[in-house]
Nanobody
Framework: QVQLKESGGGLVQPGGSLRLSCAAS????????MGWYRQAPGKQRELVAF???????NYVDSVKGRFTISRDNAKNTVYLQMNSLKPEDTAVYYC???????WGQGTQVTVSS
């Protein structure tokens, strides 16, 4: 199992920005797809974005143009830059290591005025 630890969540006003980080340890990082998911209260966990080992990215339609996923293989870290945040982006955000199906503990993002 790979250990994943998310950070960077918090409370932000609508239109604001946050940058989430997910640091991986205990396994191979660079060759595997990494993803960000989120789960809002009362809803199922959904995929937000993923990035391949080579840097190819894919996003759910609701965040396209606002969120950017990236990775630093030298630091075993994946990032999610979130801009123009909306109240509907409020959720717990999780990262996932696809190679071992490992998940982090999540970080809360709250968008509210």
């Amino acid at each position: 199992q790979v250990q994943l630890k998310e950070s960077g969540g918090g409370l932000v006003q609508p239109g604001g920005s946050l940058r989430l980080s997910c640091a991986a340890s205990g396994g191979i990082f660079c060759i595997y797809v990494m993803g960000w998911y989120r789960q809002a209260p009362g809803k199922q966990r959904e995929l937000v974005a993923f990035i391949s080992s080579g840097g190819s990215t894919n996003y759910v339609d609701s965040v396209k143009g606002r969120f950017t996923i990236s990775r630093d293989n030298a630091k075993n870290t994946v990032y999610l830059q979130m801009n123009s945040l909306k109240p509907e982006d409020t959720a717990v955000y999780y990262c996932r290591h696809y190679g071992t199906d490992s998940w982090g503990q999540g970080t809360q993002v709250t968008v509210s005025s």
